[in-house]
């Protein structure tokens, strides 16, 4: 199918249930940049129909199944686009609406990666200010290519996959998002490890549902259980690897298993030396280290800084999956004022 504006045409291709809250915008960012917009309700109860419709999307409706390719996949089947760019309703177009408009030149014979900026809150610290976090996802498909998995599926494809420069702000991990899925995820997930428990990346993924709401034990177990199924702790493979190792060091620190952090920082640190995420949380992790055994403070102390100061001298780094935003530049900066602080300079 081709438009007048050039050989392939584009849709927005979306699920959605109850989402009257950021619909609306997360419509009228993409609408300028694709041909079509098709939202596919799966039991609304809200305003997000009208919404949708009033926004410009052409709306249809499923019965839900408990299965988000299947949701995804009935969605895809409504569209005869040549590239369905496949976006949440909590996920609000930042830039690179002309790239998707070059799509409308590009052969679909690849899938594309797009960058999600998800901010995330913390649970404790009410009021305080989100981190954003970066996730590289395939969202553009080629007509043809479905979803496979019941839960934070991916699309089934051997075609090459391409990073484009396109990023989404996603909010869905706030803890006000959360709570609102209450233990949807985890049930679908945990069930979806019952009928896959050699599949390493829903074990991660189990893992992080625990983790964003403070059961570190199971996350540990999660996070533990995807690393011994993926082998070799020197591969940077698969992509997502990188975030997985920044949980479990993140989850041993919360659950202060310091030692066994140390230790592991200690295995991981050959394979990641463009990452400024792994110095920072390393830098926590002695902190944290330093309170519970003061008297090894002469020597940890300077570790701490050379982590803070490694993490500026390799800056941002995005590229890498769960690379949260100023830890190579603003937060490093930060923790190094505060640790000149406590040392009274």
Known sequence: MTTKQGRFKT??????????????????????????????????????????????????HFT??????????????????DWHIVVDADEVLQHGGEQLLALRDLQPDFVGRVEVCSAYGTNDTPGA???????????????????????HEQPSSTLPKRNLPIRFKHDGYLPEQMRTKGDRNRQLLELAVQQAPLNAYLHYQLGKDHEVHDRFEPALQAYN??????????????????????????????????????????TE?????????FYFVLGDVLLDFVVAH????????????????????????????????????????????????????
């Open 129 to 151: 200010a989100a981190q954003e976090a970066s996730s590289w996802l395939p969202r553009v498909l080629p007509r043809g290519v479905h979803f496979e998995g019941r839960i």
């Open 64 to 81: 839900w199944v408990n299965d988000f390719s299947a949701a995804r996949n009935a969605a895809l089947e409504l569209s005869d686009a």
């Open 294 to 345: 003061p008297e090894q403070a002469g020597h940890l102390v300077p570790m701490i800084r050379q982590a803070w100061e490694r993490c500026l001298e390799i800056g941002e780094n995005p590229s890498l999956e769960g690379a949260v935003h100023g830890r190579g530049s603003v937060l490093a900066r930060q923790n190094l004022s505060l640790l000149d602080q406590l040392l009274g300079r």
């Open 225 to 266: 259980q995807a690393l011994s199924l993926l082998g070799p702790e020197t591969s940077r493979e698969p992509s997502w690897r990188h975030d997985l190792m920044l949980r479990r060091l993140f989850t041993l620190k919360a659950l202060g298993h310091l030692s066994e952090a140390v230790q592991y920082a200690e």
């Open 269 to 277: 640190m050959p394979t990641w030396p463009d990452s400024p995420d």
């Open 11 to 60: 849709a927005l291709v979306m699920i959605a249930r109850n989402e009257a809250r950021l619909i609306s915008a997360v419509l009228h960012s993409m609408k300028p940049w694709v041909d079509e917009m098709i939202v596919l309700d799966t039991g609304s109860t809200d305003d997000t129909v009208v919404l949708a419709q009033t926004a410009g999307a052409r709306v249809a």
